[in-house]
């Protein structure tokens, strides 16, 4: 019987993980291949479940913690998807502030479903807007020393994670490059030659395509991939994870006259980038999208610094939509919610809506606790 590929593709908070993975399915599609698609988050209503889902994708969805911690769920789901799909590929994102993932879902999908699997190298996107920053800084004493240092924006501990994510990569993928000039794409490759020496570079553009063929073709190879096992602090992890506040919500929408999804989804999303700058909390990404009986819009910012981005326009007006909010930002996770509430009420007034809020939870996540954890690879 033919293995079923299982492609994961890693990367920070806002780095690009779903637009490549929906680059990534098109493709495959196009190749005549089958897919589904595996999402994960630490709670429900995740706009990139929707995203997909509303681009016409098979996708499952794993909730609660990331794959590591529901490794048994992750597998589920990837049994759910062959008997309704007969895919030959799952492609599937991890949560953004995960890492350990070789020793945690690479390495116990070879070892414990070989027979069935067949696992691709394991890429990692590097996220620009805080990696320039993070790789500028000095290297972090390993563990980080709480205090000082510069985490980009964020904490010594979450830039440990952002530096252990791509350590365990079996090729770092520089994305956004259709932003970058030449010397700062040039210091980038520098920089991150320089602090993970060995492994292939790739550069990309997962909105435009650029450089994709290379990320197909790291992706087809065959090989004995999915091997760097990291020396990590769990503590320090955790600690790093769990500066990052985190809020998933659902609202319903109603008007009398018809609105412009786009002009509210913008509105909203630089509403809030103004009241969490004032508040000091870096965004990791903050993302919404609105869904009306026609289309759907998506918003989205992945720094405090950088511009609001409409990644998928409705080009529609509706008088009802639901609106899914996702917020990952270093701040309090009971402020992010009460500055939620507050922004999407300000908003749907002036734009003489009604909000009706059916769901909102903000935490912390919790300290990760793998199923399974490899010291060594098989
Ligand atoms: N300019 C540009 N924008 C990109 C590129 N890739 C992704 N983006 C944008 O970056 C934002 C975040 O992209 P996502 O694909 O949602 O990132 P993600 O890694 O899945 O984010 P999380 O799931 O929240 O961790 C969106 O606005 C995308 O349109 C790229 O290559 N170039
Ligand atoms: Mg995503």
Same mark, same amino acid.
């Given at each position: 019987?033919?293995?079923?590929?299982?492609?994961?593709?890693?990367?920070?908070?806002?780095?690009?993980?779903?637009?490549?993975?929906?680059?990534?399915?098109?493709?495959?599609?196009?190749?005549?291949?089958?897919?589904?698609?595996?999402?994960?988050?630490?709670?429900?209503?995740?706009?990139?479940?929707?995203?997909?889902?509303?681009?016409?994708?098979?996708?499952?969805?794993?909730?609660?913690?990331?794959?590591?911690?529901?490794?048994?769920?992750?597998?589920?789901?990837?049994?759910?998807?062959?008997?309704?799909?007969?895919?030959?590929?799952?492609?599937?994102?991890?949560?953004?502030?995960?890492?350990?993932?070789?020793?945690?879902?690479?390495?116990?999908?070879?070892?414990?479903?070989?027979?069935?699997?067949?696992?691709?190298?394991?890429?990692?996107?590097?996220?620009?807007?805080?990696?320039?920053?993070?790789?500028?800084?000095?290297?972090?004493?390993?563990?980080?020393?709480?205090?000082?240092?510069?985490?980009?924006?964020?904490?010594?501990?979450?830039?440990?994670?952002?530096?252990?994510?791509?350590?365990?990569? *079996? /090729?770092?993928? =520089?994305?956004? !490059?259709?932003? $970058?000039?030449? #010397?700062?794409?040039?210091?980038?490759?520098?920089?991150? &030659?320089?602090?993970?020496?060995?492994?292939?570079?790739?550069?990309?553009?997962?909105?435009?395509?650029?450089?994709?063929?290379?990320?197909?073709?790291?992706?087809?190879?065959?090989?004995?991939?999915?091997?760097?096992?990291?020396?990590?602090?769990?503590?320090?992890?955790?600690?790093?994870?769990?500066?990052?506040?985190?809020?998933?919500?659902?609202?319903?929408?109603?008007?009398?006259?018809?609105?412009?999804? *786009? /002009?509210?989804? =913008?509105?909203? !999303?630089?509403? $809030?980038?103004? #009241?969490?700058?004032?508040?000091?909390?870096?965004?990791? &990404?903050?993302?919404?999208?609105?869904?009306?009986?026609?289309?759907?819009?998506?918003?989205?910012?992945?720094?405090?610094?950088?511009?609001?981005?409409?990644?998928?326009?409705?080009?529609?007006?509706?008088?009802?939509?639901?609106?899914?909010?996702?917020?990952?930002?270093?701040?309090?996770?009971?402020?992010?919610?009460?500055?939620?509430?507050?922004?999407?009420?300000?908003?749907?007034?002036?734009?003489?809506?009604?909000?009706?809020?059916?769901?909102?939870?903000?935490?912390?996540?919790?300290?990760?606790?793998?199923?399974?954890?490899?010291?060594?690879?098989?």
């Amino acid at each position: 019987m033919k293995k079923l590929r299982f492609i994961m593709i890693g990367g920070f908070l806002g780095a690009g993980k779903t637009t490549t993975l929906a680059r990534l399915a098109r493709f495959y599609l196009s190749r005549g291949q089958k897919i589904g698609l595996v999402t994960n988050d630490q709670a429900q209503d995740l706009v990139d479940t929707t995203s997909l889902r509303a681009q016409g994708f098979p996708v499952e969805e794993v909730p609660g913690a990331c794959f590591c911690c529901r490794f048994g769920d992750l597998v589920g789901k990837v049994e759910q998807l062959e008997t309704s799909q007969r895919p030959d590929v799952i492609l599937a994102e991890p949560v953004g502030s995960c890492t350990d993932l070789v020793a945690t879902v690479v390495q116990p999908l070879k070892d414990l479903y070989g027979d069935r699997f067949e696992v691709a190298p394991y890429p990692v996107l590097f996220k620009p807007s805080h990696g320039l920053r993070i790789l500028k800084s000095a290297p972090p004493i390993s563990p980080p020393a709480s205090g000082g240092g510069n985490g980009g924006g964020f904490s010594p501990k979450a830039a440990y994670i952002f530096r252990k994510q791509l350590e365990e990569a *079996d /090729a770092i993928v =520089l994305n956004r !490059i259709d932003e $970058l000039d030449a #010397a700062t794409l040039a210091e980038l490759t520098d920089l991150v &030659h320089a602090a993970f020496p060995g492994t292939p570079l790739l550069r990309l553009s997962a909105k435009t395509g650029q450089g994709f063929e290379a990320l197909t073709e790291l992706l087809d190879q065959q090989g004995n991939f999915g091997r760097k096992i990291l020396d990590i602090d769990y503590d320090v992890y955790a600690e790093g994870e769990a500066e990052l506040g985190w809020l998933n919500s659902s609202i319903h929408v109603t008007t009398d006259k018809p609105l412009s999804i *786009d /002009a509210f989804l =913008l509105d909203l !999303i630089q509403r $809030l980038q103004n #009241a969490l700058s004032q508040l000091g909390g870096e965004v990791a &990404h903050l993302k919404a999208i609105a869904l009306s009986d026609i289309s759907f819009g998506v918003a989205n910012l992945v720094s405090s610094a950088s511009r609001i981005e409409l990644s998928m326009p409705s080009r529609c007006e509706a008088k009802e939509f639901d609106l899914i909010f996702n917020a990952r930002v270093a701040l309090d996770p009971e402020q992010i919610a009460q500055q939620v509430r507050q922004t999407v009420t300000t908003a749907c007034s002036d734009h003489k809506a009604t909000p009706q809020f059916h769901t909102m939870q903000s935490f912390r996540p919790g300290r990760p606790q793998p199923t399974h954890r490899y010291a060594t690879a098989k």
